[in-house]
């Protein structure tokens, strides 16, 4: 018990510090390899191509980064809780695993007693629920669209920097594999190596996010949390599938959409037990 908590501790460090140390690393490939590289030309120093696609970057990179931290400002913590957990903190269940009532849960990573709980996200640090869920699966929204979009720009840059074609689909699926031979017999450098990695981070993060985020929000539209799922609870709610996702997007969802702004509004106590008594 003891060494799994000091893996999922590790793992609630590690993973913020990855996450921080790719998104240093596709700011440095986009604005000193990519822009420079497919969109200017010489003798001009500034194109109309050149500040569509960094506003479009910036604005895809400014509001995952904007979610991400409005996730950890808005943790779904329930204040004021009263409520004793059902065992011990230290008990050998997993961590999802101490349920209390009007679906309340008690993390035993963020040794708090949680308002509708979904999950631990270790790449936050923090759990979460019904208070930042909607900031959650913005963040997963942007996070994809990020990193697919820097696909495609990596893409275009070894086309043009190493006249590498991607007009055949096997191209990308054997450039991993022929980019490590040719690294370790000094055929190519190890930045191309390490921008031919990148390219299957950026779509292996780029899909996990999109399948994530539609998880959740399906989830989110049935009135269930992962954690019910994962129990194979099925939750009839009272609710319709509307009312469910006012209930974590907020009245204002529409700017919600394109601003890392707060849009979801405080319930009270009486509103969040209404909410939650099918738990």
């Known amino acids: 018990m003891i060494i799994r908590m000091f893996k999922l501790r590790l793992l609630n460090a590690v993973a913020p510090a990855y996450f921080f140390s790719a998104t240093a690393v596709t700011f440095i490939f986009h604005f000193c390899f990519f822009i420079p ?26 509001n995952a980064l904007g979610n991400y931290v409005m996730t950890i400002k ?25 349920y209390l009532l009007n679906g309340r849960h008690f993390c035993k990573l963020c040794k708090k007693v949680i308002l509708r709980r979904d999950h631990h996200c270790f790449f936050t640090g923090n759990c979460i629920g019904n208070k930042n869920m909607r900031y959650f699966i913005m963040f997963c929204i942007y996070t994809s669209c990020t990193c697919l979009y820097s696909l495609v720009l990596g893409v275009a840059f070894l086309t ?38 990148m390219l299957y981070v950026w779509l292996g993060i780029g899909l996990v996010c999109a399948g994530f985020c539609c998880q959740q929000v399906l989830l989110v539209a049935r ?57």
């Not at 808005?74 to 101490?98: F, G, L, M, Q, R």
């Not at 920097?161 to 980019?179: G, K, Q, R, V």
């Open 223 to 279: 009135g269930q949390t992962y954690c019910q799922m994962k129990r194979g609870q099925l939750v009839e709610s009272c609710s319709s599938w509307k009312d469910n996702l006012s209930d974590v997007f907020g009245s204002h969802w529409a700017v919600g959409l394109f601003l890392p702004v707060q849009t979801v509004e405080a319930f009270s106590g009486e509103v969040a037990a209404h909410h939650h008594k099918h738990d």
């Open 37 to 62: 590289t497919i969109f200017q030309s010489p003798g001009i120093s500034l194109r109309a191509s050149t500040v569509i696609h960094t506003a479009v970057f910036l604005y895809l990179m400014l």
């Open 74 to 98: 808005y943790p779904a913590e329930s204040a004021n809780e009263t409520v004793i957990p059902a065992c011990s903190v230290d008990c050998s269940d997993k961590i999802d695993a101490h």
């Open 160 to 197: 043009v920097e190493y006249n590498i074609s991607f007009e055949n689909p096997l191209t990308f699926l054997t450039l991993l594999p022929l980019s490590t031979g040719y690294f370790f017999l000094g055929v190519i450098s190890g930045l191309q190596f390490f921008l031919v990695l």
